[in-house]
């Protein structure tokens, strides 16, 4: 399994794709992968890595997926609460509530 530098990971499976969300640099980061984590799928910028938002560093609080290319959803803590995001791209851009 490939090396992930993220910190207070969760991961979650929706039709055969691995989703890892995690905080690095004061941001919750999300990954994708289509083989169990062995290697990461790359964004539409060729990155591997997509930003969330700014986060205290911990977990976040839930993830969801409404459907495959649909809506995910991420509670990400920051400041004593929980902030809600949404993605309706499978990760590629997220906004708030």
Known sequence: MATVSLSYPMA?????????????????RVRRSH???QT??????HTLEKTIAPSDP???AFVKM???GGR??????????????????DGETW???
Do not use: C, F, K
Not at 40 to 45: T, V
């Open 40 to 45: 990461w799928m790359r964004w539409a910028d």
């Open 72 to 89: 995910l959803i991420v509670g990400v803590p920051r400041e004593g609460e929980v902030l809600m995001y949404y993605s309706r791209d």
């Open 12 to 28: 979650w499976q929706h039709n055969g794709i691995l989703y890892l969300i995690g905080y690095a640099g004061g941001v919750q």
């Open 35 to 37: 083989n169990g984590g």
């Open 58 to 60: 911990e977990r976040v």
């Open 95 to 97: 906004e708030a509530d």
């Open 66 to 68: 409404d459907t495959q």
